[in-house]
């Protein structure tokens, strides 16, 4: 069957393929360590998962409104006013399929064939793709580590043309962990007011921040930035609830609107008694999710010390999410018998059919140099994972 020019020019997702894969050898009785997949180890919060079966009973089986059940739309808006101070009415939210059809709807909602969106790189795997099929050009802004990888004002300067719609920011970020202090925002947000462009801030990590970083919402940073920010979120990371697809969007009433009709004529509504349970996360606060936010927290000093100690790797310091990017190029051009290992691709094969252990190749982040490693998995399983990996690297020669 023919597939349209559109659909077949979108390359599956580089860290669900590496999920497969090693959950192949998994079922295969191999025994992985699995660096791959971006959602914690933790269950769901017991109060969650009791919400959604009292809803069941209670019969909340039925449709809901397309833009989200009003009850957790309030429960979205409180979220911001409680925890950041912002004044968001419920009609300013939307209700999700993730985080990542947030994103999707954004894109097709803004976007008109040519319009140009400026993404970091390194950036979340899915953002090119996505602007590609809302008719959008991605324009790939390269940070690196000597900024912490974050975009300086210059480099959004230097990259907005006319045709400049909208910019991404994410932060803390998937696949760095970097996140944007408050005044390396506010620098940014200057040139978006100037510039008259329009910024998508995925804050999917907001609550996943270590050492007392303070994470801030970008539109709290400046006046005038509530009118061009469409915040995309979700219960996911935060609430360890990635088979829930619940994520929201906050932004002005006319783009919900838009979005709501978008979801009328494609998804409709979310389960209904899943944005029931939902109403129920969003009242827990971050110190409610201690216990997972520590253990992230002494994971990333176990994860940072050994993959620190392999010679030839080094790791920028990330402040947030629960990923390390190592930069692994000191083993590029190196080879282990016949195979030569050429890039972050050839590597993370590599290790996975040497070492068993799964990583996701930077390139597909837009960094070659680097691979990404979760860390949302025991201590066990980082310690012999990152043992394995040292040594396969140094079988390289
Ligand atoms: C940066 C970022 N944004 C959005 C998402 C989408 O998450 P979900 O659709 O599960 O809410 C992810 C998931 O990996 C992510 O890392």
Request: net charge negative.
């Amino acid at each position: 069957m023919k597939i349209s020019k559109v659909v077949s020019a979108i390359p599956p997702s580089q860290t669900l393929a590496i999920d497969a894969k090693a959950k192949a050898l998994v079922a295969d009785g191999k025994d992985v360590v699995s660096f791959g997949p971006g959602e914690p180890d933790f269950d769901t919060p017991e109060a969650v998962k009791n919400a959604a079966k009292a809803a069941l009973d209670a019969g909340l089986t039925k449709y809901s409104p397309a833009p989200g059940f009003p009850e957790l739309r309030k429960a979205i808006a409180t979220h911001y006013q409680r925890d950041y101070g912002l004044a968001y009415e419920p009609a300013e939210t939307l209700v999700t399929c993730g985080g990542k059809h947030a994103i999707f709807e954004a894109f097709l909602a803004l976007l008109d064939p040519g319009d140009e969106v400026i993404v970091p790189a390194p950036y979340w795997v899915s953002y090119p793709p996505m602007v590609e099929i809302a008719g959008g050009k991605p324009v790939i802004v390269t940070t690196d580590e000597s900024t912490g990888f974050t975009l300086t004002p210059e480099a959004l300067g230097a990259a907005i043309t006319p045709r400049t719609r909208m910019l991404v920011l994410n932060s803390p970020s998937n696949p760095t962990g970097a996140a944007y202090p408050r005044a390396a925002l506010e620098a940014l947000a200057k040139v978006v007011v100037e510039r008259d462009i329009v910024v998508l801030t995925d804050e999917i990590y907001e609550y996943l921040v270590y050492d007392g970083f303070e994470f801030v919402p970008f539109v709290s940073v400046a006046p005038g930035l509530k009118e061009r920010t469409i915040i995309v979120s979700g219960f996911s990371k935060t609430f360890a609830m990635t088979g829930w697809r619940l994520g929201y969007a906050l932004g002005p009433k006319e783009f919900v609107s838009a979005c709501a009709a978008l979801q009328s004529q494609s998804t409709s509504n979310m389960p209904t008694f899943a944005q029931k349970a939902a109403v129920t996360a969003l009242a827990l606060t971050a110190g409610d999710l201690a216990p997972m936010i520590d253990a992230f927290a002494r994971r990333r000093e176990l994860i940072l010390r050994l993959l620190t100690a392999i010679p030839g790797v080094t790791c920028f310091r990330p402040q947030g999410a629960f990923y390390v990017f190592p930069n692994v190029s000191a083993y590029y051009g190196k080879r282990d018998g016949d195979r030569v290992i050429e890039n972050s691709f050839d590597l993370s094969d590599y290790l996975l059919e040497k070492a068993l252990v799964a990583v996701v190749p930077g390139g597909a982040f837009g960094a070659d140099a680097n691979v990404r490693l979760s860390y949302a998995l025991g201590d066990a399983d980082i310690e012999r994972g990152i043992g394995r990996i040292a040594d396969a690297l140094a079988a390289l020669r």
